[in-house]
């Protein structure tokens, strides 16, 4: 499966990629005879509904042309990142300026809005964390 993983990864990335978006993540998981093919897609902003179909269509297509995944049936999950995804790289700090985090950082436990992020660094209201420090990030759901 990892084979197949990296097929549709080599496959996909491009179209993702000349459409301005990121491949976050491929995965394939057994569904009784069927597979369920997982396609992640980020970009540098917040992705509409609209942004995300035009993305499941042209993965779609791609998908179903690679003749190396043979005649085994799948289904295909299109979709961006949930709130609840761990912020990984630099990008996913930049993208969510203005919005409050929970940070691990060398085991203790910090929250605070992403205010800016320069170099390695992300800025949390004033203090400024080390993204090399950070164990665990994840935004913190608010309600307005």
Known sequence: MKHQVELISNAIRPVIEAEG?????????????????????????????????????????????????????????????????????LRHFKKNIGRLVNLTVKGEKIQGRITEVKDEVIILDTQEVAFADIEIARLEIEFK
């Open 21 to 89: 978006g990121y491949l976050e993540e491929v995965t394939i998981t057994p569904a009784g005879r069927r597979s369920l093919v997982t396609v992640i897609v980020d970009s540098d902003r917040h992705l509409s509904l609209d942004e995300v179909t035009g993305f499941s269509r042209q993965v779609s297509e791609v998908v179903e042309n690679l003749s190396e995944l043979g005649e085994n049936p799948f289904t295909l999950e299109v979709s961006s990142p949930g709130i609840d995804r761990p912020l990984t790289l």
